[in-house]
């Protein structure tokens, strides 16, 4: 189950192995500490501002609702992806622990560039689309990062051809170019407008990952009925 190299140190764990497990399950309870925090930005509203549900909302609760449903599930989709990621995975190195590691820590950092998204009273502030835009495009490009040392490490069960993981990385951009892409708009239109240019990735996601899935499948297909140039494509 565990492999060495000739001085003893452990390189390699499978997926099969005690390690394995402990590894990935203290990386789930992260995420799930992550989701949890995000409840802190919430303040609870004076007494006065549950007379109805207007005052409610008009005390800021809606505001820091709005910003603890989005980054929910922007943490939720880091969480899926790296349990798909993971899910590929035949062993884990050191390697792919330390990248992973890197990958959370920028996640759990989410609630806190949340906090000033999501309060009324910085709601005109570019900076705080800044920095919540710069948490978000670290996080994903960190979360990339772990398939590709998990490739270099030899690790992945079924690896695509290396075109095909391209098509993946290309996809996968997606998201960090729209949130970088608000942080100009912030200051040059407004934070509000800023904030709406996120939305474009329910548009944008799903016609991009159609377009990854076509052209994987074409890859794929390609790779299957010519296997000696696999590595090559």
Do not use: C
């Amino acid at each position: 189950m565990l492999v060495t190299t000739a001085t003893g140190t452990a390189h390699r764990y499978e997926r099969e192995s005690v390690e394995f497990a402990r590894t990935f399950a203290f990386l789930d309870a992260v995420y799930a500490i992550a989701l949890t925090l995000l409840v802190v930005n919430i303040d609870p509203p004076e007494a006065s501002a549950w007379r109805n549900l207007s005052t409610l909302l008009a005390s800021g609760l809606g505001w820091q609702l709005l910003g603890f449903g989005i980054s929910f599930a922007v943490i939720a989709v880091f969480w899926r992806t790296n349990h798909r990621i993971v899910a590929g995975f035949s062993a884990i190195t050191p390697s792919t622990i330390t990248a992973n590691l890197v990958a959370i820590a920028f996640v759990v950092l989410i609630p806190f560039s949340t906090q000033g998204v999501s309060d009324v009273e910085l709601a005109d502030e570019p900076l705080t689309v800044t920095v919540y835009a710069l948490n978000i495009s670290a996080a994903v490009l960190a979360q990339a990062a772990v398939f590709f040392v998990a490739r270099h490490d030899g690790v992945l069960r079924d690896p695509l051809p290396r075109r095909a993981d391209t098509v993946k990385f290309i996809d996968t951009l997606t998201t960090p170019i729209v949130f970088l892409a608000s942080i100009p708009v912030a200051y040059l239109v407004g934070t509000d407008w800023a904030r709406y240019t996120w939305a474009l990735l329910i548009v944008i996601g799903p016609l991009s990952g159609r377009w990854a899935a076509r052209r994987i499948a074409r890859i794929r297909a390609s790779a299957a009925s010519h296997p000696a140039g696999r590595d090559v494509d």
